[in-house]
């Protein structure tokens, strides 16, 4: 019962720190970044091993200390898709189709397609469906569609919910792009009109797969927008101690001192239970799942709340464009809104709470 | 990392869940009337330390039970999920012993720690004063040195079972010539010394299990005295910390036990014909709550993980004490608003379920308040985390 870090996960977490400093620009500058520079990060991220450990030496801990650094640093590479799905097929090798077996060894870049137009986060809202290795529907938000290999796409196989792998450019497959509010993660709208599918999850063993595709994603993104709301909170705290009016530096006024204390919890709780529930995922604990959502439902209010916070600290400056805050919110808001906002999960919580299915510990 | 309990953990847990079902040990239904419920409470301590299960990872020479800090963390989540009562000396247990083990000498240990496992002697603490509440450094209750005694005369407050403590850890002044943090001492008084009055004071809840602790006069043998002259600051900012470091862990069991309590309630409480449970809206509710319990414990985790392996309860434990204020208070508040209008509906049946509602809502107040306010943590997270400019 301890929640922390060994030597190899702090390494982990210093050299991708230090990577990202050296491959990607600073936080402030990141949303000029172009696919040059996208593409060096990619590569270095790539030659870091983060595909090939995906799921094997690297579990949903290391992932989300991966996760963290990237929105520390406003990092924007088709990196979640990427490793969720990934660490989501690797325990179960042996039983996938050729297709997507081979997938856990190259190096293609992923999307999830999960939400469809005029549905909810849940698997169960999925409409899309595979029909004779043919894909027909829409996802909606879709990842950095246009710059991915692959897209893993939430479909009915056989009536139930499965996941079926397609190949980004092929006939059938259509990209919208959607207006977002992160700029430097763009969305798209993709239809899928008989797409063909190169191998698919049939249920049953889906079943496994979704949940812990649905469940690490959540996290991914969660520790994402944990990474950025540090990263704002520390520059507000910065900008506390040295900025003066009245006379005096701004922190230290109470009002300022206990309204960033109270992020402080905030962001130190939320990245708690983060960790946790990667912990408790890569464990195969039972109610895992359940403990992801806690911890996304969690953090889909903290980070926001630090993220409008630390902008109350720097006060006008932090609505002109040219200041970073918004860019560490705007990332905050997209991952919020992935995989289940709050009220998604609240709502998950408490009709499971009700069906009596969680006397015990959510994930003792 | 380590999430799940090992086997030791394990097999520890499911002796003190036999214990807690054997006959006889079963934990006790309280007597309401006060002085009965004391007497049920010390023998329930008692029976516990007997067990082993009180003082687990104290030093064995002093009555403890010599073991890793984990293990007492197991013993109290059990206990705490099996609905067991606080143990009634927690101020010796949580506050008094620690400081005596961490600052006293080898015979003070003696004397003092196996008895406050034991509940034979119950202590309570005088820290605050009318005065001196969350400002404790501007304490006006005074110990002068005179021989081989101190000489003591002030007034305390807020002192928690002070009408059955056998001893109260005291904080005074000591010393006026040096900057007030330093010239305070902690002081063991014995509370049947001449001098020394207690008065009850009732709660909100209409308990009176603290009062205000007189002093006029009272004399204390110089080897009362617990660390050096002046150590008082010190040994209470250790104490307190300790207190905040180590409780959330069975705190958020109990506060489990309690959503669970009232899940099972809004499941069989009717409104306009269907149960409370079915609305989307107490769903929602409860599950904030129950978001807010499970974070406690996974902050908790962390920062107890520093602890356990040999680290001091640092200024995160500010954290954990505002998340497990929150938590409390906010499942409190969800509860009476889940049930809403069967709280009212007069059925004599539920009088018992509606009082214990009333008075967990009334009790989380103090949440916020105890051990060092809601403001005064903020205030240590924004000078010892954050390492913002002082006022």
Sequence with gaps: MDLELSDEQVWLEESINTLLVRRWPAAEAAWQAGDAERMRLWESLVEFGLLAGAGSDLGAIE??????????????????????????????????????????????????GLLEPGGGWS???????????????????????????????????????GLALVRSGSPGVELTPQSALDGTVPLSRVAFADAEVEAAVEPGLAEKILERLVSVAGLLAAAEATGAAAGIFEQARAYAAERRQFGRTIGSNQALRHLMADLHVRQASAWSTTLYAAAALDDGIPGARLTASVAKAYVARAAREVAHGAMQVFGGIAFTEEHPAHRFLRRIILREQQFGDAAHHERELGRILAAGAIKEGVAA | ????????????????????????????????????????????????????????????????????????????????????????????????????????????????IPPILSAEEIWCQGFSEPEAGSDLASLRTRAVPDGDRFVINGQKTWVSWGQYAKFCGLLARTDDSVARHRGISMLIVDMS??????????????????????????????????????????????????????????????????LDRAVSVAARRELGGRPVL????????????????????????????????????????????????????????????????????????????NDFWYETYLYSRAASVYGGTRQIQRDIIADRILALPKE
């Design chain 2, 193 to 258: 010394s001449p001098g020394v009055e207690v008065r009850p004071m009732t709660q909100i809840t209409g308990h009176a299990e603290f009062s205000e602790l007189f002093l006029d006069d009272v004399v204390v043998p110089r080897e009362n005295l617990l660390g050096e002259l002046g150590d008082g600051w010190k040994i209470a900012m250790y104490t307190l910390g300790h207190e905040r470091g180590t409780a959330a862990l069975p705190r958020q069991v109990k506060l489990r036990t309690w």
């Design chain 1, 123 to 161: 698997t169960a809202d999925t409409r899309a469906r595979v029909q004779s290795d043919r894909l027909t529907g829409t996802k909606a938000a879709v990842e950095h569609a246009t710059a991915v290999d692959h897209l893993a796409v939430v479909a009915l196989v056989d009536g139930e919910p």
């Design chain 1, 63 to 112: 992932l989300c200390l991966v996760a963290r650094a990237v929105g520390g640093h406003l990092a924007a590479v088709p990196l979640l898709g990427s490793v969720a799905v990934r660490y989501a097929l690797a325990p179960f090798a042996g039983e996938l189709p050729d297709g997507l077996a081979a997938l856990l060894s190259s190096d293609s870049r992923l999307s999830i």
């Design chain 2, 1 to 112: 990392m380590q999430l799940t309990e090992t086997a030791s953990e394990r097999a520890l847990a499911d002796e003190v869940r036999t214990f807690l079902s054997g006959e006889g040990l079963r934990s006790p239904e309280l007597p309401r009337e006060l002085d009965e419920r004391m007497v049920v409470l010390r023998r329930w301590q008692a029976a516990c330390h007997a067990a082993g299960y009180v003082g687990r990872a104290w030093p064995a020479e002093f009555g403890g039970g010599g073991r890793p800090p984990v293990e007492q963390i197991v013993v109290d989540q059990e206990l705490a999920a099996a609905g067991a009562p606080e143990f009634v000396n927690i101020v010796g247990l949580d506050v008094l012993g620690p400081s005596l083990l961490r600052f006293g000498n080898d015979e003070q240990r003696r004397r003092y």
């Design chain 2, 278 to 353: 079915e609305d989307p809206e107490a769903q929602t509710a409860l599950a904030r709550a129950l978001i807010e319990i499970e974070v406690l414990r996974h902050h908790a985790y962390r920062t107890v993980g520093e602890f356990l392996s040999g680290g001091a309860v640092g200024p995160e434990s500010s954290s954990v004490k505002l998340l497990m204020a929150e938590a409390e208070q906010r499942l409190a508040a969800t509860v009476l608003e889940v049930l809403g209008p069967t709280l009212l509906d007069g059925d004599p049946d539920e009088v018992p379920e």
